[in-house]
């Protein structure tokens, strides 16, 4: 059954308080900076910021209680765990007003973020809004990977969330999201055997309950990529694979886009076999032209989707393309049938004594 208490909208005089979440764990070189820019926004109303900090091999934890020392807003509680999901949810269930406004350590809010999003969530009736992922890389490696993950020829990932140009409207998931706080507590959260992609997973539940996910490419945070190959290559191999468990359990989220890197890595790494079992059977040769279509097809994707990077950036990026397909399909193809499969169900952030001490702090 829905929830029967209605989320505060805002007025000309009065704006409903937010709670912005944050789980970090060995985010010592972005979060100062994602912090700023959360204090900064240019929000009428009431604004904290909950800090869930997972076990850091650096001084993650330490700038974390320097934040929250400096700053009354910012509140920093404990994630034992360290994954996304039980951050998010730990932050949840210490947050103290009724829309909740998630936010990733590598993430940047633009200054009226905020604003916009109570005032869409407010004027849609959407159960989570969110907007357009801006990856801006510093060095040439960077830059790169920035493109490669917000053009088509990359992994697309729908939803409007990489098109600053599209038009408002419903979609399948978006990027972080402003949440009615009831719809978190209905839904059981964040689904904590998923240690990633528990956005999309928790978007297809609401969409699956009736509810409304929103994207309005005005909300637009800016977003740092991995800096190196080897950190990029984990992330997509590690996405390939948590995507596949949401898939299992939710055989509805799968598109064609998703299955697109998984279908490409066959394909090349049986046309490089065959073709090489050709050296011996002639006749087989004819499989290279499947490795050779797709090395062409990256080459001219990456000409058309790097004209405006820097020359060094353009280098890297029909190399970036490859690896980020090539890791994504292989976690897709690998990722084993126990992934997120942990429990039964989510575990439930609606716990009523939690929510009441933390209340009770205000």
């Known amino acids: 059954m829905r929830s029967s208490t209605r989320t505060p909208t805002p007025t000309d005089t009065w704006w409903p308080p937010v709670s912005v979440v944050l789980a970090v764990r060995n985010e010592e070189r972005h979060l100062p900076a994602t912090v700023r820019h959360v204090l900064a926004q240019r929000y009428p109303g009431e604004l904290e910021l909950v800090i869930a900090v997972g076990r850091s091999t650096d001084r993650t934890a330490e700038i974390a209680q320097e934040l929250a020392a400096a700053d009354p807003r910012v509140r920093v509680v404990d994630n034992p765990t360290g994954t996304t999901p039980s951050g998010l949810n730990a932050a949840i269930r210490n947050a103290r007003h009724d829309i909740i406004v998630r936010v990733d350590a590598r993430g940047l809010l633009d200054p009226d973020y905020v604003r916009l999003a109570v005032e869409i969530l407010d004027a849609t009736g959407a159960d989570n809004v969110g907007g357009v992922l801006v990856a801006q890389g510093e060095t040439p490696l960077e830059q790169a990977i920035a493109r490669a993950m917000t053009s088509w020829i990359g992994i697309g990932s729908g939803g409007g969330r990489f098109d600053p140009n599209g038009r408002p409207g419903p979609v399948d998931t ?50 740092r990529p991995r800096p190196n190959l080897t950190s990029m290559a984990a992330q997509f191999y590690s996405n390939g694979r948590w995507r596949r468990a949401v898939g299992r359990l939710h055989p509805g989220t799968l598109r064609f886009r998703y299955l697109a890197p998984p279908v490409t890595t066959v394909g090349c790494l049986a046309g490089a076999l065959l073709g090489l079992v050709g050296v011996a059977m002639p006749p087989l040769m004819v499989a290279w032209s499947v490795p050779a279509a797709y090395l062409v097809a990256i080459v001219v994707g990456s000409a058309i989707a790097g004209r405006e990077l820097p020359w060094r950036a353009r280098l890297w990026l029909p190399l970036v393309l490859v690896v980020m397909h090539l890791t994504w399909g292989i976690g897709f193809l690998t990722s084993p049938h126990s992934l997120g499969r942990a429990t039964p169900r989510p575990p439930r952030v609606d716990d009523a004594v939690a929510r009441a001490a933390a209340r009770d702090r205000r």
Do not use: H, K, M, S
Not at 183 to 199: A, C, F, H, K, S
Not at 205 to 213: E, K, T, Y
């Open 174 to 223: 978006v990027y972080l999201g402003v949440f009615r706080r009831a719809v978190l507590e209905r839904l059981g959260g964040y689904d904590e055997n998923l240690i990633r992609t528990q956005d999309w997973e928790l978007n297809y539940r609401i969409r699956r309950d009736g509810g409304v996910v929103w994207c309005d490419p005005r909300l637009r945070v800016t977003y």
